[in-house]
T-cell receptor, first 113, second 115 residues
Framework: LAKTTQPISMDSYEGQEVNITCSHN???????ITWYQQFPSQGPRFIIQ???TKVTNEVASLFIPADRKSSTLSLPRVSLSDTAVYYC??????????????FGRGTSLIVHP | ETGVTQTPRHLVMGMTNKKSLKCEQH?????MYWYKQSAKKPLELMFV???????ENNSVPSRFSPECPNSSHLFLHLHTLQPEDSALYLC??????????????FGPGTRLLVL
């Protein structure tokens, strides 16, 4: 079972780049890395997903080193509205072939004016 | 966002009541999930349905009873709940539940308060 470890909280200021790193030492060969964002009293929202190297979309970038034991979510020029909890998940197909998504505590990002 | 809808959005019930939460997805997905999120705690996966078959029951008490009549609808029947069951109940869907690359789409949740 792949587990993830993230910082519990981070603080930043508007306009800065924020990098949140997730450790997943036991990631399996077939596992992808997925990041979600959650605002209070709402369901999580998909941000980005990757398998290796670098992935970029209109919201964020995801950096994955060659050993895939960690990944870094990069949010460019954050704004106050980026204040949220960010979750890192890795796929787990070890339970009879079913995907068991496991959300940890996530990283609570607070963006200050 | 109308991909995954949940009703009701808020629910207050007594410990002897019976109520049901409804989730509907309009994304053509084959997998649906129930999660519980208590205050300041991680999301807890409760149930997984893949192609209408329950594939995961994460040791959930029997006072929570899921039902998946088709791939688009998911219910969570509640009876004789306890105050500690008060939480945000989230429904999600994905294309299917067999791969580690599945992206989940969440509904807005039902805020449940048990008195």
């Amino acid at each position: 079972l792949a587990k993830t470890t993230q910082p519990i909280s981070m603080d930043s200021y508007e306009g800065q780049e924020v990098n949140i790193t997730c450790s997943h030492n036991n990631i399996a060969t077939n596992d992808y890395i997925t990041w979600y964002q959650q605002f209070p009293s709402q369901g999580p929202r998909f941000i980005i997903q990757g398998y290796k190297t670098k992935v970029t979309n209109e919201v964020a970038s995801l950096f994955i080193p060659a050993d895939r034991k960690s990944s870094t979510l990069s949010l460019p020029r954050v704004s106050l509205s980026d204040t949220a909890v960010y979750y890192c998940l890795v796929g787990d197909g070890s339970s009879g072939g079913s995907y068991i998504p496991t959300f940890g505590r996530g990283t609570s990002l607070i963006v200050h004016p | 966002e109308t991909g995954v809808t949940q009703t009701p959005r808020h629910l207050v019930m007594g410990m002897t009541n019976k109520k049901s939460l409804k989730c509907e997805q309009h994304l053509g997905h084959n997998a649906m999930y129930w999660y519980k999120q208590s205050a300041k705690k991680p999301l807890e996966l409760m149930f997984v349905y893949n192609f209408k078959e329950q594939t995961e029951n994460n040791s959930v008490p029997s006072r929570f009873s899921p039902e998946c009549p088709n791939s688009s609808h998911l219910f969570l029947h509640l009876h004789t709940l306890q105050p500690e069951d008060s939480a945000l109940y989230l429904c999600a869907s994905s294309q299917d539940a067999s791969g580690g690359a599945e992206t989940q789409y969440f509904g807005p949740g039902t805020r449940l308060l048990v008195l």
